[in-house]
């Protein structure tokens, strides 16, 4: 009796099966593990482009200069939305 790929089997009929069928659950729990392995590495880049993108803006504020009275108030504001609007479409995008 041969059952999925398992070679044939002497002793009983139940020992074949179980064999058969043990050798099935291991190829199924690892594709489920393969699967959720994939799924944590894609989560994880993502995760990793968002650290990026917040220690450059981060270091681009930290550039700033703030001694300066005559900052551009509508530049200033323009770019805080502009991360703002970035930040949203990143998790709106990750639900």
Partial sequence: MTCLGCPELTGSL?????????DF???ETSKL???YLSSLYKYMQGCNKELNFLAEE???????DWSDHMVDLPDVRWQYEVR???TMCFY???V
């Avoid at 139940?14 to 043990?22: E, L, P």
């Avoid at 981060?58 to 700033?64: E, F, G, S, W």
Wanted: hydrophobic residues 30%; contains cysteine.
């Fill in 58 to 64: 981060q270091d681009k504020i930290k550039k700033q």
């Fill in 25 to 27: 659950l291991l190829q």
């Fill in 14 to 22: 139940f020992s074949a099966r179980s064999n058969c069928f043990v």
């Fill in 92 to 94: 709106t995008s990750a």
């Fill in 33 to 35: 593990r393969h699967q």
């Fill in 84 to 86: 703002t609007d970035v």
